[in-house]
Structures are given as C-alpha cells and as structure tokens.
C-alpha cells in the first residue's frame, strides 16, 4: 500500500513526472539518515582557550539554531543531501515527453522503385527519392521494393551514413518490374532492432505479388519488434490506358494482346505494330474506351523481334509498349541418315513432320550412307545405319554442326558403339546380358523432352542396348534392372546444340502411346529452335551468357544480368524479349474478363492502396507526430556521480584527506 496515493500513487501528481512515482519516498527516506548523522552531538573535549569572545558572540542564541545554521553552511551537507536525492529518484525513473522520432537509433528506408513509379515520366519516382533523403538519420540501411528486393551496402556493409545513404538514393533509377513491398518488409525485418524507424516510401499501387493485408501483416511484424513505423506516399495518380496481357497462339501464329481503360473517363487510343497502324473495327474500339473496359485484338506475329505500341501517350508509358521474340527461321530442315530401305514410311515420319506449325515447317530430307548431302540441317537422325560407311569426315561435320547449335539423334542399334562419334554419345556401351520380357519405360518428367508425360509405354527387352549414363549427360527415360537404372532416352548439351540417344532398336517391337511419341519427336525438333517461352519472358529474370557483355535496354553490360528494364537483351543470336506483363503461350489467357476487377496490376496507377501502420491510423506526412516518455535515471546517476567526484575534490583542497 502506498502512503499518500493520491501524490505517489500510479495516478497520483508525480506520475506525471516518474514512471514508478512510489519510489519517491524511498529518496525522501534516504536524506533521514544523513541529517540525523549531522544532528549526533560529538562527545566534548575540554580545552583551556580565552572563552570572552565566544560568550559575547552566542549571546541571545538558542542552541538549536546554531546547530542548523552549521548543517546548512556546510557544503559537504548540501552535496550529499543532493546525491541521495539523485540516486533516490533515479530508482523512481524521472521522465520527460519527446517525439517519438527523437528515440531513433536506426533507420531503415524502404523505397520502392517498382514500374508504376515512372508515372509521371519518372516524376513520381523523384518524388519517392526527395521523401526518402528527408528520412535519413544518421545510420541508414535502405530496401529496395521491387520483384526480387534487395538490400543496397558498400563492400557488404549495409549500414550507411547519412552521406552514404544520400549518395545512394540519387544514383537510383526506377526499375520496370512489379513491385514486392512484403518481401521487401521482410528484409527490413532483419535489420530491426528496438527503437528503429522503418520508413515505408511507396506509391502504393500494388503489383499481382502484393496485397493490402500481407503487407500490413509486415508491418505488424515490424511494430512487434519494436520499430516505429512511417508511411510516406508522395507520389501523384495519373491516367492509363495499358496492355495487361499477351497470348501467343503457335497452331495460327498470332499474338492477342489485352488492353484496359483504367481511367473513370471514356479514352481514345490505336495499336500499331512494328510502326505499322493495326486496324480495329470502330464498332469495336469505341467500346473499349469506356472507364474499365477491356479489349483483345489479335495481330500475326512476325518472326525475330517485333513491337506492340499503343497510342498516344499517357501518364504511364511502361505498359504502352509490349516486345515480342520468335526464332527468325521459318523452316526446321531435318536429314534422316539410314541404310534402312524402309525409313521413308517409318512412323517415325509423320511425328517428325507434325512438329511443325505456323511459326515453322518441317523439310525431311533422306541420305544414304556413305552418300551424304552437305551437312546445313538444324536436325540430324542416325538410325539403322551400315556403320562401315559412316567416314571419320562425316562424323567431324556433324560434330561441328552441333556445336553450332545443331541437334543429333542417334538411334540404338548393335555395332552403334563401335563407331567412332568423338565424344558426341550421352552413353556408354555396357558389357551386360540381354534384356528379356516386356521392360516398363519409366519417364523422368520433370524436366526436358519428357516434362509432363508419367507414362509412355513398354518395350521388348531384347530390342534395348545395354548402356550407362556419362558424366554431364541427362537421363529422360529409363528402365529399372537388376543393375540399377539403364537409360533409354538420353541428351547431352556440346556447344550451342545437343546430342540426343534414342535407345530402341526397332520401333515395331515397342508399345508407345502415340500421342507421347508424337510429344517426344516434336520437342526433339524443338531443340533446335529457342524455346518461345524462354525468348519471351517478364522483367526480373536474370540474364547469362558467354560473352563479355549483354546488351540490355539499359547499355552494354557485363553478366549476369538483372532484367530490371523491359526491351530486348541479346544474349547470343536471337533477342530476348522482357515485358512488365510476361507472354503467355497457349490458345487463351490465364484470367478472363469477368475475373480482371480482383487482378492487380501495376498499371493501376489512380488507385492507391489505403495501407494503414497496424493500430489503425495511417502514419502518413504532416500528421502530430506521437509522443513518449524519455527515461531521464542514467542522466540523474550521472549527475550524482559527478557530484561525487566534485565533493572529493572539495574535502582533498579543504585538507581532509
């Protein structure tokens, strides 16, 4: 129970000024002794002195006060007195209220320099960065949002002078790839500590890999770890007009693309195509004008690089512009290389020639050993080959041509491996007895010819060769035997191509799904051309390649490089396309028009999220800034420390020690 709660309780008057009031009475209690020390009367030594002049002076004066008049003029009274004082109410944690911003240790910017901030032309990015330089403190880490954030350092350090930090904010440029504001809170998660601020600088416009509640779900985990949270969102909305979405069609070579009004206003625009103006029916365009609409229009597809544009211009160009890469050849030549007098009406023909489409055809032509063509194919099949007329110059030129990007297919058979191939086979002869009975393929189809196949069917035993896997080599397709897996279908990359074995003998002794075996020839010829997909991707993938340089959007650069900017990258001979908005192949998007009010685009730039700091209230500029209590117990311990010294210091000149 506390004495006089109305002055020392939790609500009394001095908890105004302590955080444990109830202990002031403990610094009251501690001055008792020191001034009952003072009042102890020493034991009287007699001593003979002329007593005249002390009579005459204490006459009229009570003892009493003569005993307080000495307490009171003696200085080592008045300096202990002050220093329990001190210590005493240092134990009752004296306070006084600040900003809350003048307890920041650390501060942590998190800065989004996703697409939608080049609304604007850039302005709103600038404007992100003026708001950024104003929050810096004296030790600084800064977080990028953007799709793969990342924390910025110098020499891996990530805490950075005000200097530092400032430099760094104005060498930034805005990047054209979605935002990811939670994984970027995520990695401001890891540099918190107590009294950090973590200042969120964003526009807001939230990308397909964000969303009001995760991010305020971060924020929560920050407030949790004892930072003090600012939102800042300097950034202007604009109008846009956008493409949101393509589609390519390989059955009949087409790009759809999709384009949405995001404005509350009817909006005239056109598409043109590599320079050229597409025609849309006006009963059509006028439409799709309209606040929220949404228009496809299909256009054929050129082969290298292309462009979609929309016009005119708007205050969010990024998604204005949509680039498309596709192989620059429109046939796959293909030599069939047999002995075979019967290889014309294999069933090998039809899979190899229905792997065309209306992108690229298919020529097969035949050759006959040792009678063999000028090798300039994309496509090389041996199978049922008389190997003794196969010369070591015709083995060095396909060697040649697949390094330079070619594909060879080379089918099991016998005396296969007695044949001199320069390294070229993805296996090995292996000394082991026949195969019998009905052998299960097993497939490995995560990945290359087989991706997504589970089954493709069985084969006679005796029609396998008995080989191993080498060293780099890939196994797609295998049967289970006593000695372990044994491949049947296998690949290996040599140079820019790759050499692929066919491990069946005889096709007429193998129960395949024909569909599977249509899949597996067609993706066969597909190695020879670059996949669609992975010359048409959206920007945050990382580019490599085997030159010194890339060029990029941005300049010639050295890889790897980060896709921060839509464009062409060019890599090795064909461009690599990157959009905000990947291209998507198949026959129809992946979002339909009724779903498009629940998808988030960054080209949503008039439509902020609302993102509050977790306690309800938006921490946004020019709001009262919040007040809390700034224990002032280390400041009174030193005060009385010092006292301390100082009082030894008086009783050394006085003579005392």
């Known amino acids: 129970m506390v004495l006089f709660p109305s002055v020392f309780g939790p609500s009394g008057v001095l908890s105004a000024f302590f955080l444990k009031p109830e202990n002031v009475l403990v610094a009251l209690a501690l001055i008792v002794p ?15 002195v002329p007593s005249l002049m002390f009579i005459l002076n204490d006459m009229g004066k009570s003892t009493i006060h003569r005993l307080f008049r000495t307490i009171f003029r003696d200085i080592l009274f008045l300096l202990q007195v002050l220093i329990v004082m001190l210590l005493g109410l240092a134990i009752a944690k ?12 650390q501060s942590i910017l998190v800065v989004d320099v996703s697409a939608s901030t080049r609304t604007h032309d850039d302005g709103n990015f600038e404007s992100i960065i003026d708001a950024a330089t104003e929050s810096l403190a004296s030790e600084n880490v ?13 020499s891996g350090d990530p805490s950075l002078s005000a200097g530092r930090a400032k430099s760094l904010l104005n060498d930034l440029h805005p990047t054209e790839m979605n935002g990811n504001l939670p994984g970027a809170l995520d990695l401001a998660a890891q540099h918190v500590g107590p009294q950090t601020k973590v200042t969120i600088i964003s526009d807001f416009i939230l990308s397909p890999l964000e969303s009001q509640e995760l991010i305020e779900a971060k924020i929560k ?28 069609a390989s ?23 590599n320079g050229e103006k597409v025609s849309i029916p006006a009963n059509i365009l006028a439409p799709a004008g309209q606040p929220g609409s949404l228009l496809s229009v299909s256009v054929p597809v050129a082969h290298g690089k292309s462009e979609l544009v929309l016009t005119p211009k708007d205050d969010f160009m990024v998604d204005n512009h949509y680039y498309i890469s596709v192989p620059d050849r429109d046939a796959i030549n293909v030599l069939l290389i047999s002995n075979d007098a019967d290889a014309q009406r294999s069933k090998l023909i039809p899979a190899i020639t229905s792997a065309g489409d209306q992108f690229t055809r298919v020529n097969l032509a035949y050759a006959a050993p040792p009678k063999i063509p000028d090798l300039n194919h994309q496509v090389y099949i041996i199978k049922d080959i008389n190997t003794d007329f196969i010369l070591p110059g015709v083995v060095r030129g396909l060697r040649e041509q697949v390094e330079e990007g070619a594909v060879l297919v080379v089918f099991g058979q016998p005396d296969i491996f007695s044949l001199d191939l320069q390294g070229l086979m993805p296996v090995e ?66 140079g820019k191509g790759a050499v692929i074995y066919y491990g069946i003998k005889d096709q007429r002794a193998v129960d395949i799904d024909t569909n599977a075996y249509v899949v597996v020839w067609g993706r066969i010829v597909d ?29 010639k650069l050295q890889p790897p490089v980060l896709g921060t900017h839509a464009g062409f990258y060019y890599s090795g001979a064909l461009p690599i396309a990157a959009n905000l908005y990947p291209l998507r192949i198949g026959s129809q998007s992946a ?25 309800g209230v938006l921490s946004a500029v020019g709001e009262e800034e919040a007040k809390v209590p700034m224990e002032l117990s280390t400041i009174a311990i030193i005060i009385a420390a010092s006292i301390m010294l100082f009082e030894l210091l008086y009783v050394k000149l006085r003579g005392d020690l």
Do not use: C
């Open 142 to 154: 800064i977080v990028l949002a953007r799709d793969k954030p990342v924390v910025l350092d110098v």
């Open 94 to 105: 004296p306070f006084i209220e600040v900003g809350q911003e003048s307890m920041v240790h």
């Open 251 to 273: 059955q009949n070579a087409t790009i759809t693309i999709r384009v949405q009004n995001f404005n509350s206003e009817p909006e005239e625009f056109g598409i043109e195509y």
């Open 429 to 494: 002869w292996k000394s082991a007895p026949t195969l019998g009975g009905r052998q299960e393929i097993l497939v490995n189809g995560s990945l290359g010819l087989l991706h997504g196949l589970t089954d493709i069917g069985q084969v006679d035993g005796s029609q396998l060769q008995r080989v191993a896997l080498l060293n780099g080599s890939t196994m797609h397709a295998y049967v289970q035997t006593n000695d372990g897996l044994e491949p049947v279908i296998a690949h290996k990359r040599i």
């Open 591 to 615: 979002e339909t028009k009724d779903a498009r009010a629940s998808i988030r685009y960054e080209s949503t730039i008039a439509d902020p999220a609302d993102i509050t700091t977790g306690d």
């Open 221 to 248: 985990v920050l407030r949790s770890k004892g930072a003090i949270i600012d939102i800042k969102n300097p950034a202007r909305t604009g109008r846009n007009v956008g493409i949101i979405d393509a589609t390519m």
């Open 527 to 555: 190695y020879s051309l670059p996949d669609v997909r992975q010359l048409n991707t959206g920007t945050g993938m990382v580019v490599s390649a085997n030159a010194k340089t890339i060029t990029t959007p941005m300049g």
């Open 34 to 48: 020191i001034v009952l020390l003072y009042l102890i009367k020493p034991k009287p030594v007699n001593v003979a």
